[in-house]
């Protein structure tokens, strides 16, 4: 059950875009669009940001979105906002019927 | 409104024993799967165990299988996380997540509980 694989940082300034990846297996994200996301600023529990690879929950901004080819997932955020610096988890279900989180990806806002 | 709160967090020596609650409202808790998700101190979640909602299956990462066991009590509204054998390893907040079906995520987070393995 090894994490799935997100770069540990990305950066953007205001009103940029970023792209976060999270890389499973045939086993968990190239099998499933049972992919969602989350965001957590410092200190507080995690909030669902993209659920199903590239649904947004009510609520979300619209400048957030998800995509998938194969066995990579991403995470977009257009319209980069100081609001949405945080750390960012990707997860997948998996063939187990268990689930994995990706590593985490600290978002900063220049 | 719709909320999960957990207890019983503490500090216990290597090789002992705690049991995590969360205390579910505002929400049908005895239709929904249930998630506990765990966090060691500057480092990423972690995904410990799921209980369908009726507490028919139950399945665990590798990291704490045969150690803990989740459970429910569906009259009470209330998760559980039984933890033994416990390890400086299992230090970390301890989060209870409800797991909703529609989106297949986790789509409401407790507060989280620290638990602190250390002699």
């Known amino acids: 059950q090894s994490a799935l694989t997100q770069p540990p940082s990305v950066s953007g300034s205001p009103g940029q875009s970023v792209t976060i990846s999270c890389t499973g297996t045939s086993s968990d994200v190239g099998s499933y669009n049972r992919v969602s996301w989350y965001q957590q600023p410092p200190g507080t529990a995690p909030k669902l940001m993209i659920y199903e690879v590239s649904n947004r929950p009510s609520g979300v901004p619209d400048r957030f979105s998800g995509s998938k080819s194969g066995n990579t997932a991403s995470l977009t955020i257009s319209g980069l906002q100081a609001e949405d610096e945080a750390d960012y988890y990707c997860s997948s279900y998996t063939s187990s019927s268990t689930f994995l989180f990706g590593g985490g990806t600290k978002l900063t806002v220049l | 409104q719709v909320q999960l709160v957990e207890s019983g967090g503490g500090v216990v020596q290597p090789g002992g024993s705690l049991r995590l609650s969360c205390a579910a409202s505002?929400?049908?808790?005895?239709?929904?799967?249930m998630h506990w998700v765990r966090q060691a101190p500057g480092k990423g979640l972690e995904w410990v165990a799921f209980i369908r909602y009726d507490g028919s299956n139950k399945y665990y990462a590798d990291s704490v299988k045969g150690r803990f066991t989740i459970s429910r009590d569906n009259s009470k509204n209330t998760l559980y996380l039984q933890m033994n054998s416990l390890r400086a390893e299992d230090t970390a907040v301890y989060y209870c997540?409800?797991?909703?079906?529609?989106?297949?995520?986790?789509?409401?987070w407790g507060q989280g509980t620290m638990v602190t393995v250390s002699s």
């Open positions: 997540a409800k797991y909703n079906w529609n989106y297949f995520a986790f789509d409401i």
């Open positions: 505002g929400f049908t808790f005895s239709s929904y799967g």
